[in-house]
């Protein structure tokens, strides 16, 4: 069972800048690919961002040249930096993680709500 929990979230005004983290309780080498999902109220939960074991990051087309996603394997987390935040970027967001094995098994974060608005 590998546990994430994430951390950053909060209220920032259009155009400003939030950090998101998401601290794996396993080392990355056990997993395939980790990164980002939001869920807006209403809509279905959608693809943000990830970063596969190879370091190739990944990114939905509505976040690229904004949001940048990193990892710290020291500290076994997965950073989302959000610049240029808009007003439909407010979602809660999720950090997931894929386990390599036989099936691969995909673990959720709780979710951290980011909310833009003036």
């Known amino acids: 069972q590998v546990q994430l929990v994430e951390s950053g979230g909060g209220l920032v005004q259009p155009g400003g800048s939030l950090r998101l983290s998401c601290a794996a309780s396993?080392?990355?080498?056990?997993?395939?690919?980790m990164g980002w999902y939001r869920q807006a109220p209403g809509k279905e939960r959608e693809f943000v961002a990830a970063?596969?074991?190879?370091?190739?990051?990944k990114y939905a087309e509505s976040v690229k040249g904004r949001f940048t996603i990193s990892t710290d394997i020291a500290t076994r987390t997965v950073n989302l930096q959000m610049n240029s935040l808009k007003p439909e970027d407010t979602a809660v967001y999720f950090c997931?993680?894929?386990?390599?094995?036989?099936?691969?098994?995909?673990?959720w974060g709780q979710g951290t709500q980011v909310t833009v608005s003036s």
């Open positions: 970063v596969t074991r190879g370091g190739s990051g």
């Open positions: 396993e080392s990355f080498f056990s997993m395939k690919s």
């Open positions: 997931y993680g894929e386990k390599n094995g036989f099936p691969v098994k995909t673990y």
